[in-house]
């Protein structure tokens, strides 16, 4: 019975130095694995963020092309505003315009029928101030008043000259075109004839 015995405790050293070195090589295994599961994970981690970058910069592109649509499109709506504002924007002067017109085709319509030729001339002159006082008050323009003024090379423009013992100084004294200022800017100059001292 003490061989048993003896057997049994030689064999518990070796069972216990065998489950041991498992136990070892059961942990060298396992570290590898949980070092692989590690990387895994990173790389799983590494790839979600890539997955997102890529998501999020597909979202940019996209908003980057739809606000260059937005932006082409804009161009293209102010280019029409633009091009139509030009178009009408003397839409009101011709409003103001259409009721000279009327005033001739009347005066037209009255000399054909053999009106007073007197009465012809005051409705065309009448006509005449009125269309100038509109287009003053309405427009900015304004007549240069010139014969009898001292000549100014900026607002009139010599056509002829004569000399004159009476002046002192260069003198409009006939006017062949009258001249415009529009916001006190020439527009014309008046075409005149000047008088010139001796």
Known sequence: MSKPKE???????EQEIREE????????IKEPAEEQVEEVSQEEILQAKVEELEKANAELKDQMLR???????????????????????????????????????????????????????????????????????????KAIESVGKEFDPSLHEACMMAVDESLDKETVLDEFQKGYTLHERVIRPAKVKIGKPE
């Open 67 to 141: 606000r260059q649509a937005e932006l082409e499109n804009y161009k293209k709506r102010l280019i029409r505003d633009k091009e139509e504002a030009i178009q009408f924007s003397n839409e009101n002067l011709i409003k103001d315009l259409l009721g000279f017109l009327d005033n001739m085709d009347r005066a037209l319509a009255a000399a054909k029928n053999g009106g007073d030729l007197n009465g012809l001339v005051e409705g065309f002159e009448m006509t005449r101030d009125q269309l100038l006082s509109t287009l003053d008050r309405n427009w900015g323009l």
């Open 7 to 13: 057997e049994k405790e030689k064999k518990q050293p």
């Open 21 to 28: 070195v498992l136990n070892e090589a059961e942990n060298e």
